[in-house]
Nanobody, 129 residues
Framework: QVQLFESGGGLVQAGGSRRLSCAAPGRTFRDSATGWFRQAPGKDREFVSAISRGGAIYYADSVKGRFTISRDNAKNTVSLQMNSLKPNDTGVYYC???????????????????????WGQGTQVTVTW
């Protein structure tokens, strides 16, 4: 049962930007951590970024300085602003939500897909030259 909904994917040229959003109708992001993962064709799904319940933010080295994760408690959404996109950023992007969690969570914990209980169906991002 899909309980998270991603939006904002699409086709973009290298160097461009894209903003992904994750919504959780009927649920809240305030009591959990939220992560973004991606899966490129033929590859395993990998960690991209996460924000803890307390607001700590983590990024994979491959996106650091280019991507920004944020949470809007009023709108009940978590977004991923992606700038300076590269062709190897291409993939299906998933947002995921942990169960209720403490304010602090380490990057090791939030980079682990097993830490998340709820996932979206993903949104495709394709970056071309």
């Amino acid at each position: 049962q899909v309980q998270l909904f991603e939006s904002g994917g699409g086709l973009v040229q290298a160097g461009g930007s894209r903003r992904l959003s994750c919504a959780a109708p009927g649920r809240t992001f305030r009591d959990s951590a939220t992560g973004w993962f991606r899966q490129a064709p033929g590859k395993d799904r990998e960690f991209v970024s996460a924000i803890s319940r307390g607001g700590a933010i983590y990024y994979a080295d491959s996106v650091k300085g280019r991507f920004t994760i944020s949470r809007d408690n009023a709108k009940n959404t978590v977004s991923l602003q992606m700038n300076s996109l590269k062709p190897n950023d291409t993939g299906v992007y998933y947002c995921a939500k942990t169960p209720r969690i403490a304010y602090f969570a380490s990057m090791d914990y939030l980079a682990d897909q097993k830490s998340y209980a709820t996932w979206g169906q993903g949104t495709q991002v394709t970056v071309t030259w």
